[in-house]
C-alpha cells in the first residue's frame, strides 16, 4: 500500500508541473510528457469501455422511462456510438493516436458523445426536451479524464454546444429560448 501512495504522490507531482507548464507555456520536459501520454491513453481505454455501457444504458433507460415511444429509435442511435467506441479503442495503438495521444478523448467527448447525445435531444424534443441538460453535465463529469492542453478542451467542450445548437438550426428549432440559455450557461 505504501508502494501504491508513493507512485500516486510521484505521478500528482509530474501532472502539477505538467498543469503550471501548460498554463504558463513552457515546454514540457520528455518524462513528464511520456507520462502523460501514458496517462491519456490508459484514460482512453477506460473511456472507450464506458461509453459502450453509459452511452446504451444513458439513453435506453431515459427513454424507457420519460419517452417510451422512442426506446427503440435511442437504441438504434446507441449502436453507431458502440462501434465509434470500440474502433477508437481499437485504434489506440495506432502511431497515430500515440504521436496525437490527446485525440482519443476529445473525440469520444466531442464527437461520439455529442452525437450520441444530440440524436437524444432530437428524439426527445428537442431543446425543449429534458435530456439536454443531464446530458450535459456528463461532459463536465469527464473534464476529470482529461488533463490535455487547453486548445484540445477548448475544441472538446465547444463540439458539444455546436452540434447542439447546429442540430436545433437544421430542424429549425427556436433553440436560444431563454429557458434553453439557461440550461447551456
Known amino acids: 500500500m505504501k508502494y501504491?501512495?508513493?507512485?500516486?504522490?510521484a505521478q500528482l507531482k509530474l501532472f502539477q508541473k505538467w498543469l503550471i507548464s501548460s498554463i504558463v507555456g513552457?515546454?514540457?520536459?520528455?518524462?513528464?510528457?511520456?507520462?502523460?501520454?501514458?496517462?491519456?491513453?490508459?484514460?482512453?481505454?477506460?473511456?472507450?469501455?464506458?461509453?459502450?455501457?453509459?452511452?446504451?444504458?444513458?439513453?435506453?433507460?431515459?427513454?424507457?422511462?420519460?419517452?417510451?415511444?422512442?426506446?427503440?429509435?435511442?437504441?438504434?442511435?446507441?449502436?453507431?456510438?458502440?462501434?465509434?467506441?470500440?474502433?477508437?479503442?481499437?485504434?489506440?495503438?495506432?502511431?497515430?493516436?500515440?504521436?496525437?495521444?490527446?485525440?482519443p478523448l476529445a473525440y469520444m467527448f466531442g464527437v461520439i458523445a455529442t452525437v450520441a447525445g444530440t440524436a437524444n435531444v432530437q428524439l426527445t424534443g428537442g431543446g425543449q426536451g429534458n435530456f439536454f441538460f443531464s446530458y450535459?453535465?456528463?461532459?463536465?463529469?469527464?473534464?476529470?479524464?482529461?488533463?490535455?492542453?487547453?486548445?484540445?478542451?477548448?475544441?472538446?467542450w465547444a463540439l458539444p454546444f455546436l452540434t447542439y445548437v447546429g442540430s436545433e438550426y437544421m430542424i429549425g428549432s427556436h433553440m436560444l429560448t431563454a429557458e434553453m440559455s439557461l440550461r447551456i450557461i
Not at 513528464?32 to 496517462?39: P, T
Request: charged share 15%; proline share 6%.
Open 26 to 103: 513552457q515546454e514540457v520536459s520528455p518524462r513528464l510528457q511520456d507520462k502523460l501520454r501514458e496517462v491519456l491513453l490508459q484514460r482512453s481505454r477506460y473511456a472507450c469501455w464506458l461509453a459502450a455501457l453509459i452511452i446504451p444504458g444513458t439513453i435506453i433507460t431515459y427513454n424507457y422511462f420519460f419517452y417510451p415511444n422512442v426506446v427503440v429509435s435511442g437504441a438504434l442511435i446507441s449502436v453507431p456510438c458502440v462501434l465509434m467506441s470500440f474502433i477508437l479503442l481499437f485504434s489506440l495503438r495506432t502511431k497515430f493516436i500515440k504521436k496525437h495521444y490527446n485525440f
Open 136 to 156: 450535459f453535465v456528463i461532459y463536465f463529469s469527464a473534464g476529470i479524464f482529461y488533463p490535455s492542453p487547453l486548445r484540445w478542451i477548448t475544441l472538446t
Open 4 to 9: 501504491f501512495f508513493k507512485v500516486y504522490f
